[in-house]
Each structure stands twice: as C-alpha cells, then as structure tokens.
C-alpha cells in the first residue's frame, strides 16, 4: 500500500537522508508475484501455485544451457492452455485450448488411463503430469483432488473466453489499441490477448463511420470492481469518474479522459464477461475527444 524511494549515505535506511534537490520520476510499475516464485503475476501461467521456470526437457540445465541446447524455457504447459500444469486439472479434451474448463470426472477418467506410467511409456500423458516429474502417480491424484470441480488456473489462459480474432486495426479510432482495465482483470494491467479490445467491425446500430469495439475475458468472481478503458500508457483513457455504478446488460457513457476515480462495476456471478465499446464523436475528426458507450454482457454461457 505505500512505496518510498529513499537514498541513505550510510546504509540502508526506511527514512532516507534529507537532501534539498529535485528528482524526476516517470513510468514506475510494480508487479505482484503471489504465489512468491520469482514470476510476477502478469507473466505466470499458475499466479497461485508456485511453478518457477525451468528447461522443461532437461531440467539440469542453466536457462543458458538451455537456449544453446535449443531447448524450451519455461514454465510447464503441456495442453498449450496458458495455464501451467500444477494448476490444471482440466486435462480432458473439450471445446476449449486444453478442455472444457472445469476439472470434473472426465478428466478423472483421463488421468485413469495414464495412472502410473512414466515418461516415454505408451499412455503416458504429459498433461496428466500436473508436477512434471515423468512420473504420473499419487503426487499429481493430489493435485488433480485440488483443482476438482472448479477451473483451471488463476493464470494467463482465458477458457475461450475471447472475440474472435480480426485483421481490423484495433486503434483505428482512438489512435492506440485500448484495454479494459481494472480491479476485475489483470490488476490493472495491459496484457495484450487478454483483456484488449479488438475491432468488430461498424456496429449494426449506432453512429456512422465508426467501428465496434469487443474485449471478452474471464471475472472470477461476483463483487464490487472498479475499472476504466485506456491504452498501454494511459494517454487515452474514458471513465465516469465514479459518477455511477455500471451493471451488466445497461449501456454506460464514459467520458474521455474522465480522471482519477474509477467507474464501479458491480458483477452478481462471476464467468466469462463480453465487454462492448462503441466510439461517440466528438468534434469532427476528433473522435478520442468524445465518449464511448460500453456494455458488459454475462456471464457468458
């Protein structure tokens, strides 16, 4: 909750020297590791199970070693899911990257059938092997007993909860590629493939000239968040600055650039969220200058 810069000529100090001079700061970040595994949040694909990178096919190996091997750095991932293995029990084929994300008795069924083999046996499955030790056995039941019924993760996967993909330039009118951002995904953060807006193309019912915006990701839980629209760098941003409460399924319009407060968002269940922005011009050829219209639609089935 506080962060200080603080400069001791004489070791270290939570107070620091008084110095009469001016200092300059610009682009500070900060990123939560909760899991304490040496990956911040924005990068790991499990944030609450520790999975520290490794050279996945020789796990003796320096990350030096590793890329002169030309071998894969990283953090296990073996259905190519983005999330690791120590927090995917979701194994199990399905309509989804990975499976149908939920851990259930499908997936129990798929673990079964690969229960006590070992790496380079037949029906060894590397998605089963949630520890990525080659050895499929109690160890990875007990984490498989964990993640049962709920979905994988927390980390960078997204369920398929995502818009469809589009070759349309996603800053055409706002000049940058927007976020949907908050306390309800990424922690504020821009992740590009996750909670970016992507160009739909004109909208069936609204200004003209103008293109729809769509951002659809996963809000685990029900609760009171706050959020904004902006770019990577905070240039562009629209915000209600507090001046109501936003529910999903009720057109709200954020001003641009609407300052420090946040707009609440209030979410009853938690799932996969569809996130609809449409651009309301402002002055002629100013389109940044105006206000967008943004409608959350979910949980998505």
Known sequence: QEIRFVAAAEGPSCFGDQIEAFSGWDDIQTFADTDL????????????V??????????????????????????????????????????????FAGGDCNTNFLDLIAFEGAFFTFDGQPNYNPAADMNLDGSINFLDLGLLEAEFFTAPGPGLGNCGCAPEPSVLDPGADFGAE?????SLAFDWNAVPGFNNVVNIGPPAHGPVGVNQYQARFIIAAPGS??????????????????SETVAPGTPALLPFQGGFDNTPLDITAGGCY???????????????????????DGPQP
Not at 37 to 48: K, R, S, V
Not at 178 to 182: E, H, I, Q, S, Y
């Open 274 to 296: 569809e996130v609809n922005i449409t651009p309301l011009p402002g002055e002629p050829g100013e389109i940044p200058a105006g206000s967008i219209e943004v409608l959350f």
């Open 37 to 48: 595994d040496g990956i911040d949040d924005q990068a790991d694909n499990c944030t609450l």
């Open 50 to 95: 520790p999975n520290p990178r490794f050279c996945l096919e020789d796990d003796s190996l320096s990350e030096e070693d590793c890329a002169t091997a030309e071998l894969t750095w990283g953090q296990p991932d073996s259905d190519g899911d983005l999330y690791g293995n120590a927090c995917d029990g979701d194994i199990a084929d399905g309509p």
């Open 178 to 182: 927007l976020f949907v951002r908050g």
């Open 225 to 242: 968040y706050g959020f904004k629209v902006a770019d990577a760098d905070w240039a562009v941003e629209y915000g209600n600055g507090g």
